[in-house]
């Protein structure tokens, strides 16, 4: 399998992904939650007609971010998951090209 980045590139997306991960999640938490520090991030209207029927178009817009929050947070652990094998194998191809003996010995 061919990997796209080097060692540090590969391991630098890594702690960014798994970074990205946390605060996704917490952000998500919050929105279910319906967090009042997030009402402004809302995509509401400037006026409603009632209090109703502000308070459903915000707890449909607040359910709508904590799920595209959470499939944000996945697609994020995917990429990390890429990362990781890329960063196996650039340590498995540069092991095996310092210690060349090390992996064509057989068994006795």
Not at 19 to 43: D, E, N, R, T, V
Request: proline letters at 3%.
């Amino acid at each position: 399998m061919p990997c796209v980045c080097g060692k540090k590139c590969s391991l630098l997306c890594l702690f960014i992904s798994i970074w990205a991960i946390f605060q996704l999640l917490l952000m998500g938490m919050s929105y279910s939650m319906h967090s009042l520090a997030f009402l402004k991030s809302l995509p509401l209207k400037d006026h409603y007609n009632s209090l109703k029927e502000f308070r459903t178009e915000a707890d449909r817009a607040f359910g709508e971010l904590a799920i595209r929050c959470y499939v944000t947070a996945v697609l994020y652990a995917c990429f990390a998951f890429i990362s990781y094998i890329c960063f196996c194998l650039r340590n498995r191809r540069l092991a095996a090209t310092r210690n060349p003996n090390q992996h064509h010995k057989r068994k006795a």
